[in-house]
């Protein structure tokens, strides 16, 4: 006769537990990831067009502020959608 035993139930109850706040915790690292290499790739684009010129005309302090702004505004909107996907509202805890 083959029955499940409770303590096999318990014991997968708790593992079901462990894996699904292992899967949210890949799934928002996943997240974060994507989000790195898109705000390197969008910051390196924007900076290798215009660096070039701002460096010949501009003083370094400034175009190093620049560089700051554009990664500061870039990585803000990047974010932002990051953070409604990864936390949307509504959802029940």
Known sequence: ???ISPWW????KKFEEKHEKLSKWVYQALW?????????LICNGFNN???????AYVAPAVYNLLVTFITGGVS???????FKIIFPEGEKK
Not at 9 to 12: A, G, V
Not at 32 to 40: E, N, T
Not at 76 to 82: A, G, K, L, Y
């Open 32 to 40: 974060y990831f994507i989000a790195w290499v898109a705000i390197s």
């Open 49 to 55: 067009l215009w660096m070039p010129i701002a460096s």
């Open 1 to 3: 006769m083959n029955t």
């Open 76 to 82: 803000m909107v990047i974010f932002f959608f990051e």
């Open 9 to 12: 139930i318990i014991k997968w």
